[in-house]
């Protein structure tokens, strides 16, 4: 075995296997490349995020079209900085298409459903909200305006960090219509050095 089909074998596992036979038109490559970019580029500008080792615009599993796959880490206990960071990069991808297109398409639903999981366990589990404090099983109507109101925050903090920094989007976009699949060397090959790691999440 080689360190490839070792990595590949961690893919399928974690990722889910190639699927090449679901081609993608032009036009979805280029969407799907701006996406990734998106949740690429937000990892590498947050402190408290785990940067991507992979980023790939090949179909894989049942439903991803592309991936940006965060470093593993064995942690058990995450701050909530962690938590809120993870948020933003998880937005990256839907709000680059915002940016890139002036509309939103059904890729981000992946994003979206560990977005609901992680702020509802952020309002009603890990006592991270300084408006609902340290209750659980709160009442769920308020639970979810909490919510709206984390994301929207979020929402526009990500919209202006990718705005700041649209042409290097389009240049990890480009990066991968040319390779499909690129790590994370070579995404700091391509942003400067400066940026990595240069912003921190907003308080919420």
């Known amino acids: 075995l080689t360190d490839e089909n070792i990595q590949e074998a961690i893919d399928e596992v974690m990722i889910g296997r ?6 993608m038109t032009k036009k979805e490559r280029e969407r799907v490349s701006h996406h990734e970019a998106g949740h690429a580029l937000m990892g590498y500008l947050l402190k408290n995020s785990s940067p991507p080792v992979k980023v790939s615009i090949i179909p894989r599993g049942e439903i991803a079209l592309g991936f940006s796959q965060p470093k593993p880490e064995q942690k058990q206990l ?5 938590v809120l960071s993870t948020v933003c990069v998880l937005l990256g991808g839907r709000v680059a ?3 890139i297109y ?4 059904t890729g981000a639903a992946d994003d979206i459903e560990k977005i609901s999981d992680l702020l509802f366990k952020y309002n009603n589990s890990w006592g991270m909200n300084d408006e609902i404090g340290p209750l659980n099983n709160f009442n769920k109507k308020d639970s ?5 109101k984390i994301v929207k925050k979020l929402e526009d ?5 990718l ?3 649209i042409k290097y989007i389009k240049i990890i976009a480009e990066d991968l219509l040319d390779n ?4 994370y060397d070579r995404i700091k090959e391509l942003l400067p050095k400066e940026l990595e790691n240069s912003l921190t999440v907003i308080n919420v």
């Open 180 to 183: 499909e699949t690129i790590v």
């Open 97 to 99: 298409e915002k940016i």
């Open 144 to 148: 979810f305006k909490e919510a709206q």
């Open 163 to 165: 705005r700041s920094n």
């Open 78 to 82: 995450y701050i909530r900085e962690e």
């Open 157 to 161: 903090f990500v919209d202006d960090c």
């Open 102 to 105: 002036n509309n939103i398409s």
């Open 18 to 23: 190639e699927k090449r036979e679901r081609m």
